[in-house]
């Protein structure tokens, strides 16, 4: 059977301003991304990875993004994110990195490692944690962290701080 | 200070800081390393992948006068207490002594400019028999265009001399965020000619083996120290001498 098959990049957005939280929107992502592969591998770089190159789901609070190309060019893609450097919004330049987490064929696939990852996020932020109340609200979220049915794409833990 | 809580944050089980020591000017001492524990009071940090961060120190030696290598061969109590030693080589003949005869641990490769020198295949071949690697920047090529030509040319004449065995991928990082993941890195190692292996290779076990290297080469010659490996904790237990021939030098 013939079917377009397509990678898709689950990443995470590191920066110092706790500003440039706010300011993650897909189209900035998609043009910094695009940015990136056009100065790494040039005009025939960006051709193949926009094919079919989405963002896909994009969480604010934590900083994590998920993209989407084709299976074909992804590695030109995986190779341009190291050079992204600072994304930048109505003339507002915010200094970051993206961080790659994980590679899969398939949205659930991605979903199952996020919910993993942030799991094991939360019992870090568990460790630091100061106060007895966020201690609680962090165990509470851990155990009802699941992957259920209904849920389309987004991960569906509560994030408590988005100071990640 | 602030770039080690990124690093822990992103994935990386070991750092090692690098002092630089420049022979162009006046004659230097080698100061003695810093000690992790001085810079880091809560330094066992535990981590969510691993369980322990290692930092270690390094010292880069810029040389580009044989005379400078005397220091290498020096007793100089100063020069043990680091972990890993690296060499800089400016000229094609010092590149041939570094790979050969001098007791390091890294041989760095030049990324921010025109190699004056091509690699060839006899040293090259030596450095990898004695246990030596070879060390690539990747922040200059983040910052900057021109950089990244230069990093790009000259790591892949080094793969086509050593067809990409014995490399270490490393950052020069001032900021915090010129700092990568280890699965980009890897990534980058794909722009550099590695292949996918290889490259993951760069990042993890050359590094390991780097830091091994570096262990024996402080404690007396010729001993392979065996290291217990399950997966998660990142203590070593020394050693049974083991039977095994260490390959680094006599």
């Known amino acids: ?164 | 200070q602030n770039i080690l809580p990124v690093c822990f944050s992103v994935g990386y089980s070991a750092v090692a800081l690098n002092h630089v020591i420049d022979f162009k000017e006046k004659k230097q001492e080698i100061v003695k390393p810093v000690s992790p524990s001085e810079l880091f009071p809560s330094l066992p940090i535990v981590q969510g992948t691993t369980k322990r961060i290692k930092v270690l120190t390094r010292l880069t030696l810029v040389v580009s006068d044989p005379s400078h290598c005397n220091l290498l061969r020096s007793t100089s109590a100063n020069i043990r207490l680091y972990d890993i030693i690296a060499v800089f080589p400016k000229t094609e003949k010092l590149f041939h002594i570094a790979c050969t005869t001098l007791d390091v641990d890294l041989v760095c490769i030049n990324v921010t400019e025109k190699l004056p020198f091509y690699f060839r295949r006899p040293p090259v071949n030596m450095a990898i028999d004695r246990g030596i690697y070879f060390e690539l920047l990747y922040t200059p090529a983040i910052k900057d265009s021109t950089m990244r030509r230069y990093t790009i040319s000259n790591a892949i004449s080094l793969m086509q001399v050593c067809k990409g065995k014995n490399i270490v991928i490393s950052s020069a990082a001032e900021r915090a965020l010129e700092l990568r993941g280890p699965y980009d890195v890897a990534n980058l190692g794909l722009l550099f000619g590695l292949s996918e292996g290889e490259a993951k290779a760069a990042v993890s076990t050359n590094c390991r083996a780097t830091m091994l290297h570096g262990e024996t080469r402080k404690s007396a010659c010729g001993v392979v120290y065996t290291v217990k490996k399950p997966r998660k904790v990142e203590e070593e237990e020394t050693a049974v001498p083991a039977c095994k021939k260490a390959k680094t030098q006599a």
Do not use: W
Not at chain 1, 36 to 43: N, S
Not at chain 1, 70 to 91: G, Q
């Open chain 1, 1 to 164: 059977m013939v079917r377009f098959k397509n990678r898709y990049v689950l990443c995470e957005v590191v920066s110092e301003d706790p500003r440039c939280r706010q300011c993650i929107e897909d189209r900035t992502l998609g043009h910094a991304v695009r940015d990136a592969i056009a100065r790494v591998h040039g005009d025939y770089g960006l051709a193949c990875c926009s094919i079919s190159f989405t963002v896909k789901y994009l969480n604010a609070y934590t900083g994590t993004v998920l993209l989407r190309c084709r299976k074909d060019s992804y590695r030109l893609l995986c190779s341009a994110l190291p050079f992204v450097r600072y994304l930048e919004n109505r003339a507002q330049r915010y200094p970051c990195f993206l961080n790659t987490l994980h590679v899969g064929g398939t949205v659930r696939t991605c979903q199952k490692f996020l919910i993993q990852y942030n799991r094991t996020q939360l019992l870090r932020l568990l460790q630091n944690c100061s106060n007895e109340e966020e201690r609680q609200c962090i165990q509470k979220s851990l155990l009802s962290c699941s992957l259920t049915e209904e849920q389309s794409q987004s991960g569906d833990e509560e994030e408590d701080d988005g100071t990640e």
